[in-house]
């Protein structure tokens, strides 16, 4: 008998791009079950509350079969635990990415041993997405279709009361 194989994608989703997708599609390839986790980034100030994010992730993810959107209000590596996952699943952009990427890997590395970190490059048509950046071209009205999927798009409109 094979042993099931479970990621962990975290994330602050705030919100889910086209980029995060990416990672979590290529993620689900790899393993059996895979939980998109929703955590708290405290450099951080939300847009969303944790309950929207979780609606528009998993209105975004419903073709994946294998996915489970959670939100966990500790640390990674305890829901990590919790779900006994093999794996953290990290999207890398670029190289800007790489120094807070080691030392969140560090961190939880010491913290458990046992669960792995892994890197997906993320496609190229999306390495210059940011949420941080969908929020901002939204907020002034601009044309985020490429970015982010329909129902994100819409929720970004809702929010900024934009057009
Ligand atoms: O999408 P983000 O904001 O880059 O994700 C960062 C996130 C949420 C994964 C990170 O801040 C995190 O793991 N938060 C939970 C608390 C925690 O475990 N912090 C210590 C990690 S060293």
Do not use: W
């Amino acid at each position: 008998m094979t042993e099931n194989k479970i990621a962990v994608v975290p994330g602050s989703f705030d919100p889910i791009t086209y980029g995060h997708l990416d990672i979590i599609e290529r993620a689900c390839k790899i393993f059996d079950k895979v939980y998109v986790s929703v955590l708290r980034n405290s450099s951080k100030k939300g847009l969303f509350s944790p309950e929207e994010r979780i609606e528009l992730i998993s209105g975004v993810t419903k073709h994946l079969d294998n996915v489970e959107v959670v939100q966990f209000d500790g640390l990674l590596i305890d829901f990590c635990q919790q779900v006994e996952a093999d794996a953290i699943i990290r999207g890398l952009r670029a190289v800007s990415d790489f120094e807070y990427e080691m030392q969140l890997t560090s961190m939880n590395r010491k913290l458990d041993s046992q669960i792995e970190t892994m890197y997906i490059m993320t496609n190229n048509n999306y390495s210059f997405i940011s949420s941080s950046i969908v929020k901002e071209v939204a907020k002034y009205g601009g044309k985020i279709e490429d970015i982010v999927p329909p129902l994100i798009e819409d929720a970004l409109k809702e929010k900024f009361k934009v057009q």
